[in-house]
């Protein structure tokens, strides 16, 4: 199966088609239809990827160390980095999410 280049596909076409996605997700109704689109979309590993990194949000949220986080998760420093960068320049999607969770 080839892979897919994203140089190679517009970036406005990129926009649309993520914008389609989410759109797909808000209309499904309930945490099990939710659950089974994206236990067919993702393999275990991806699933399990995703996880950790809300996992490692919550922590670094709950400020943490990286140490402590690689011990506690198993999580590599490049991965805590990764979402601690999200968690300074991204959009704010960790933290919305985590605080939805926690109602």
């Not at 897919?4 to 926009?15: E, G, W």
């Amino acid at each position: 199966m080839p892979r897919f280049d994203a140089n190679r596909v517009p970036y406005s076409t990129q926009d649309r088609l993520f914008n389609a996605f989410c759109e797909v997700l808000l209309r499904l109704k309930t945490k099990d239809e939710i659950r089974d689109l994206l236990k067919d979309l993702l393999n275990r590993q991806e699933r399990i990827m995703l996880v950790r990194r809300l996992q490692v949000a919550d922590l670094l949220i709950r400020e943490m160390t990286y140490r402590e986080i690689q011990e506690r998760l198993g999580v590599g420093s490049a991965t805590i980095a990764r979402v601690d960068r999200w968690l300074h320049f991204g959009r704010n999607g960790y933290r919305r999410a985590l605080a939805k969770s926690q109602r």
